[in-house]
């Protein structure tokens, strides 16, 4: 177990189901930027972690674990060591995320994604859902939703996946995966919120797997410069966009119109991924 | 003896880095720095320097690489000047913060608006409330020597340590610079170093009376710092007075209070105006933090600070310096470039001996307002 029973997170919360990922791997180090994940970590002197963690300014989480991961091999000591970081620190480091990339650095990055900046109170990201409400959106998202992920693999590292905490076996073995691996490892998993998308907070799993049935979000690899599409999503069908759209409070605005715009957006996500398969 | 060499403060600052062995080097480019991290990259590069060299894409990232390397225990450099140091700043005060050592030389550099690559020190004084170690350099041997230094105090202490070197008046321009055989002992591991068997958070949220006491811990170490810093001045083959260097001051009645490299000028300006009988001296201040305010007390003179900065109409070091001595007077000159020779400052001191400064005064020289 990584993170310990009595910890802050919400009910329902999907990063401390994604925690438990954690200890499959060999000699662990977690940073943490601010984020959701800081508050459930813990107050000083305290740690609900039964592994060591680096608090870091919001940008600099992908190079201080280099600069770790660095000095520490520089004393001869193994470890991997992880960047946690949340969507908004997607784009608060994005610089430093590409830079991290490019050099090929050896640590594992798991964006944990709840889609908003939910630590401050459910503000618009760079990956929230197109259209969803958010309190900086009130009237719904209008900008793109940031596939990171695409974007970490175009930089031709070792391992880039998507997960999700609905299917944890399947997220459970690409940490495994990235664990054996050295270089830029890069594992970005979809993480509904309950208090932030507004759902009952017992359906965090429920509507996580619905997000993979209908598309919403896709579970890939990039390993060995070979992209493939996970068997989970492969075998989804792409059906209950309606119903997990509307599931949630953010998205209830919806209508019939921008439910379509949604699905053509999706399924342009899907052919876009079944090419990269192919190549 | 060591061996002498030809070299800009730049240069002679990478020859130091290179005796001082750190395990990691991150840097981004910045006029006038640039030099100090290509020669790194070039030594690390031919195998002089076993250490890793990341190239980042920012200043940002740079003190970031080395915050990370610095908490496993790994001795850290970088370089700075300017924009980028305030691009950094944030992760400065985490540095610090995090109790951690390291060493940053900063080739002071005006800020913008409007754009100037050229010296002065409005960059270097923003880290006054980090609780970095601040040392400012009057020419190349000295840039060599308290980069030497600064990982053995900044050790010792465990607070980063930043070294100043004008902009271009150092950083470009050659001195013969004596190599000194000083060995520095390994960097010692602290009981929060972190590795995949450490028990702990570090840096987890700390709220009210905690956060207080960090804070308090920091400061008071920062003070134990002067103590630190003036054994290892001593202990070294050539020793610069510690916190200050007294230049002329045993009977002045007349004392300028400055930093930096244009204190060579001024010393020459003194010396011209000791031939005319007037009594005046320099107290150069070495370091900015932790400020030697005890130095400073027992100054018994006018005082005259000259400032490459300023803070509101204020000059930094004339703000810092009457916060210990009333009835300073300040001038305030040199900014982004502009250069001051002794003549000038001739005519500063005489104006001052004169009486004929304003409590603060602007200093344009002979050129136009």
């Not at chain 2, 350099?137 to 100043?164: C, H, R, Y």
Request: hydrophobic share 40%; charged share 25%.
């Amino acid at each position: 177990m990584v993170l310990l029973k009595g910890n802050a997170s919400c009910q329902g919360c999907p990063h401390s189901i994604a925690f438990k990922a954690l200890s499959y791997l060999e000699n662990p180090i977690v940073l943490m930027p601010a984020g959701c994940s800081t508050v459930i970590a813990g107050l000083h002197p305290n740690s609900s972690l039964e592994i060591p963690c680096v608090h870091v300014p919001f940008p600099a989480t992908p190079a201080v674990s280099y600069g770790l991961s660095t000095g520490l091999k520089k004393r001869g000591i193994k470890a991997n060591v992880v960047a946690w970081m949340g969507d908004g620190s997607v784009d608060i480091s994005y610089s430093l995320l590409a830079g991290s990339a490019l050099r090929n650095d050896d640590i594992i990055v798991i964006v944990v994604d709840n889609e908003a900046y939910m630590n401050t109170g459910v503000q618009s990201s760079g990956t929230t859902f197109w259209k969803a409400k958010t309190t900086t959106s009130p009237k719904g998202k209008r900008e793109e939703r940031r596939d990171v992920a695409l974007q970490m693999a175009l930089h031709r590292v070792p391992y880039v996946a998507t997960a999700s905490i609905g299917y944890m076996r399947d997220f459970i073995k690409k940490v495994k995966k990235a664990g054996k691996v050295e270089g830029f490892r890069f594992i970005h998993v979809h993480c509904p919120c309950p208090p932030g998308w507004g759902f009952e907070s017992s359906k965090t799993v429920e509507i996580a797997r619905k997000a993979i049935q209908c598309r919403a979000w896709i579970l890939w690899e990039y390993e060995n410069k070979k992209f493939r599409i996970s068997r989970i999503s492969k075998k989804a069908k792409g059906d209950g966009l309606k119903d997990y759209l509307l599931s949630q409070a953010r998205l209830r605005h919806l209508s019939d119109e921008d439910i379509e715009e949604i699905r053509r957006r999706i399924e342009e996500e899907w052919k876009l991924l079944e090419h990269l398969e192919k190549l | 003896m060591g061996q002498k060499k030809l070299l800009t403060g730049n240069h002679a600052i990478a020859e130091a880095v290179k005796i001082a062995k750190p395990d990691v080097i991150a840097a981004y480019p910045i006029t006038p720095q640039t030099p100090i991290v290509e020669k790194l990259a070039e030594m690390t590069e031919n195998g002089e320097l076993d250490a890793k060299f990341v190239r980042v894409e920012s200043e940002y990232a740079a003190l970031s690489v080395i915050l990370g390397a610095i908490s496993a225990g790994a001795r850290g450099f970088t370089a700075t000047s300017s924009q980028g140091l305030l691009y950094m700043y944030e992760v400065c005060w985490w540095v610090a913060g995090s109790r951690l050592p390291m060493v940053m030389a900063i080739a002071t550099r005006a800020i913008g608006a409007p754009w100037n690559i050229h010296g002065d020190h409005n960059d270097i004084i923003v880290l006054r409330d980090t609780g970095w170690i601040i040392g400012m350099v009057e020419n190349a041997q000295e840039a060599f020597d308290m980069t030497l230094q600064a990982f053995k105090v900044s050790e010792e202490v465990s607070l980063p340590f930043a070294v100043g070197l004008d902009g271009f008046q150092l950083t470009h321009t050659a001195e013969v610079v004596e190599i000194r055989d000083y060995e520095l002992p390994k960097r010692k591991l602290l009981p929060h170093t972190i590795e995949p068997s450490s028990k702990f958070a570090l840096n987890a949220v700390t709220s009210g009376i905690p956060k207080l006491k960090a804070r308090h811990e920091q400061a008071k170490d920062l003070e134990k710092a002067k103590e630190i810093i003036k054994e290892v001045d001593k202990e070294f083959p050539v020793s610069y007075g510690g916190l200050v260097e007294e230049y002329k001051l045993e009977d002045a009645d007349y004392i300028v209070v400055m930093m930096g490299g244009w204190c060579g000028d001024a010393k020459d300006a003194i010396d011209l105006l000791r031939k005319e009988g007037i009594q005046i001296g320099m107290l150069r201040l070495r370091f900015l933090r932790p400020f030697p305010t005890k130095e400073i007390e027992k100054l018994d003179g006018n005082i005259l600070v000259v400032d490459r900065s300023n803070s509101d109409y204020r000059g930094v070091l004339g703000l810092e310096v009457s916060a210990v001595k009333n009835g300073i007077k300040n001038v305030i000159t040199g900014f982004g470039g502009m250069e001051l020779d002794t003549q000038d400052f001739v005519k500063i001191f005489k104006k001052f001996v004169n009486n004929e400064i304003k409590d603060v005064e602007w200093w344009y020289g002979s050129a136009e307002r």
